[in-house]
């Protein structure tokens, strides 16, 4: 939500280099030239193009294939996952609860879901499923 | 840079939500129970996430506190809520500002108004000025107007008054305990100015501030400035001089800013739905007035491309 304000209309603007973390933890640097991180990769200066970039990821999903084959495998992590921390800790299970009813926009400015795709990659990358920098 | 620095600063980042005081995270976390969340993942437990500011950079990341960054209240009017810390070891120094916690925070983010850019005028006097929005631009005085001393023509570049106002009252602890620690003859550095959220919009202008006051040429130090969820905070003649001076400095690797916005933090969807109806036809309506009257208040009118309400009803659509 903070990102989109104060307005663009005022005229104001975002400084830096965007490092996009999609719905499904994937993090995406240079969204415009469709580079996705799935280990270690450099960040570098990318077109600056405000919020151009996310909005096209938004609306036109351009990593759909690259995700496809790996939705199911990830379903299934987290599914398990989540079970276990369930049941090893149940006060994560009353936020558990109380998040779902957050609506998206507002649980994805959130600093534990900014945190979670981070350390998911670094854990995916230190087990060794880790694939550098690719594009499609 | 790597995205396992990114995680790290990003953690730096999430860890200003607490201090060495008593009970801070307690009284956070009860309205906003997914900073405790943060911490512990951060921290690995429950228990280490309660514990002191200064433990958990020490245990987690090797830094010493140098200050704890509080400055609250309403000051000549103005809200002011602004929490972080300044932390350092042999190879980095952090500076990281706290997010939105409280109702002043609100106040801050919400606020539209500009300010221009003189820190050099600003860090003396303490604050960004009276009526420092209607400052630097070219309104007859009927509408408020003020113009600037010396009939200085040059327009300077404007910021969020807000952000700007909340970057100024630290800026003491700045100069007291980062200046010293950016002096060439002292040990190549890393300085990280992070943030989350209102954080966010404070780190940006505090990164201007060091890239713009600081000879990084001449320093062995580098600037790492990197925010999470970051609200706009700089007007577009800022942008431009920032990008400028990241130009020079980026071949350099002396330089380096970036922006992390995870999926739909970005695209306001609630907010999109409402403005895309009625009521952000009148909104509309009201500001284009408003820039009729005043024709200099917004730098760049082509920003009213933004209208496309076909263009926000795609990306609505495609949730």
């Not at chain 2, 990164?207 to 970051?230: D, K, R």
Request: contains cysteine; proline residues 5%; glycine residues 6%.
């Amino acid at each position: 939500m903070k990102t989109k304000v104060p307005p663009r209309f005022l005229g104001y603007v975002h400084l830096d280099n965007l490092v996009y973390i999609t719905e499904e933890g994937e993090v995406l640097i240079k969204p415009d030239q469709k580079i996705t991180v799935k280990g270690v990769a450099d960040i570098e200066d990318g077109d600056d193009d405000e919020d151009k970039e996310v909005e096209n990821i938004c609306k036109n999903d351009p990593y759909a294939d690259l995700r496809k084959s790996t939705d199911e495998e990830k379903k299934d992590d987290d599914d398990d996952t989540s079970q276990q921390s369930s049941l090893n800790n149940p006060n994560n299970e009353k936020y558990e609860k109380m998040i779902k009813m957050v609506p998206r926009p507002l649980k994805d400015h959130m600093p534990d879901f900014y945190l979670k795709p981070l350390i998911k990659l670094f854990e995916r990358e230190k087990s060794g499923n880790s694939i550098t920098t690719s594009s499609p | 840079m790597t995205y396992v620095i990114l995680l790290h600063l990003l953690q730096l980042a999430s860890v200003a939500i607490t201090d060495d005081k008593p009970n801070t995270l307690k009284k956070v976390s009860k309205a906003n129970p997914w900073q405790k969340e943060a911490l512990k993942i951060i921290t690995g437990s429950k228990q280490d996430a309660y514990k002191p500011l200064s433990s958990i950079l020490r245990d987690h990341f090797g830094l010493t506190l140098d200050c704890h960054i509080d400055v609250s209240g309403i000051d000549r009017g103005r809200p002011l809520d602004t929490q972080g810390y300044i932390a350092h070891n042999d190879e980095l120094i952090v500076l990281s500002y706290r997010c939105t916690t409280s109702a002043l925070d609100w106040i801050t983010n919400l606020s539209t108004t500009s300010s221009e850019w003189e820190p050099d005028i600003d860090i003396a006097l303490g604050h960004a000025g009276y009526c420092s929005c209607l400052m630097g631009y070219d309104l007859p005085h009927f509408c408020g107007g003020i113009s600037k001393e010396n009939g200085d023509n040059i327009k300077k570049p404007r910021v969020h008054t807000g952000f700007y106002n909340n970057f100024l009252h630290t800026t003491p602890m700045i100069l007291e305990h980062i200046a010293p620690l950016l002096k060439e003859d002292q040990k190549p550095r890393k300085l990280m100015v992070v943030g989350h959220s209102l954080g966010a919009g404070i780190a940006t202008l505090a990164a201007c501030y060091f890239i713009l006051n600081f000879e990084w040429e001449l320093l062995p130090h580098q600037l790492v400035c990197v925010t999470a969820g970051a609200p706009r905070s700089v007007k577009q003649n800022m942008a431009d001089i920032v990008h400028e001076r990241l130009a020079t400095l980026r071949p350099m690797d002396k330089a380096f800013f970036c922006r992390v916005v995870l999926n739909e933090d970005v695209v306001v969807r609630v907010v999109y739905l409402l403005l895309s109806g009625p009521l952000y036809e009148y909104l509309y309506a009201r500001v284009f007035f408003f820039v009729v009257l005043n024709h200099s208040f917004v730098d760049t009118p082509s920003t009213f491309e933004d209208k496309s309400t076909t263009k926000i009803s795609g990306i609505c659509a495609s949730g």
